[in-house]
């Protein structure tokens, strides 16, 4: 079983709709859990980190996590042209704290 | 703004040459990470390394892979002997804390062709 599973999109949204990505892990031991974006040919970067079953907002974004479900997902509200970008799930593993697992990640295009 | 540093940003080496990616992680992070991305794959956890020793590794950073902190700034990841599927994006991140607890800053990447 892979540990970190994600739709691989493409997933299309219009520019200010809401978009809906999910993530499923198998660690049901993971702890922390982490929605990075990245853009074509550069780094991930952090957009939020979530620890504890329910909802955590920080702007647009909305992160939801479900540990009885090892489900996690992100909105975005309003999305925007500027988030069109590849979201990728990561998943802190049961036996090391400092192992973060990526998930193969979900593309985002949002169309003007 | 802080920012993790990797030289150089494009690396073309020849099979079986050795090869040294370098980092320069943010100045007070003490856990130090690289991931390599294959184009098109995902991210993939290669090695953790703490307070100058290596605290987690992954089934990918066999015998040909070491880390170095050969000073107070640089994180080094050396490959021995590069092979074709070698080839990839690596990333040097860094942070505060363990990074199951966490952000981790990631690096702009240095892209390993091997030919």
């Known amino acids: 079983q892979k540990e970190v599973e994600q739709n691989s999109g493409p997933l299309s ?7 809906s ?21 550069k780094s991930p970067e952090l957009i939020m980190f979530i620890y504890s079953n329910g909802d955590k907002e920080d702007g647009r974004f909305t992160a939801q996590l479900n540990k009885a479900s090892q489900y996690v ?40 | 703004e802080p920012e993790v540093t990797q030289t150089p940003s494009h690396q073309v080496t020849q099979m079986g040459q050795e090869v040294i990616l370098r980092c320069v992680p943010i100045s007070n992070h003490l856990y130090f990470y690289w991931y390599r991305q294959i184009l098109g794959q995902k991210v993939e956890f290669l090695v953790s390394f703490y307070n100058n020793e290596i605290s987690e590794k992954s089934e990918i950073f066999d015998d040909q892979f070491s880390v170095e902190r050969p000073d107070g700034s640089n994180f080094t990841l050396k490959i021995r002997s590069t092979k074709l599927e070698d080839s990839a994006m690596y990333f040097c991140a860094s942070s505060e804390r363990p990074a199951g607890n966490t952000e981790a ?10 030919v």
């Open chain 1, 13 to 19: 949204v219009p520019e200010g709709a809401i978009a």
């Open chain 1, 21 to 41: 990505l999910n993530c499923t892990y198998s660690d049901r031991g993971s702890q922390s859990f982490f929605w990075y974006r990245q853009y074509s040919g």
């Open chain 1, 73 to 112: 997902s992100l909105l975005i509200r309003d999305s925007q042209p500027s988030d069109s970008a590849t979201y990728l799930c990561a998943v802190n593993g049961k036996t090391s704290y400092d192992k973060v697992i990526f998930g193969p990640g979900t593309s985002l295009s949002v169309i003007p």
């Open chain 2, 105 to 114: 800053f990631f690096g702009q990447g240095t892209r390993l062709t091997v």
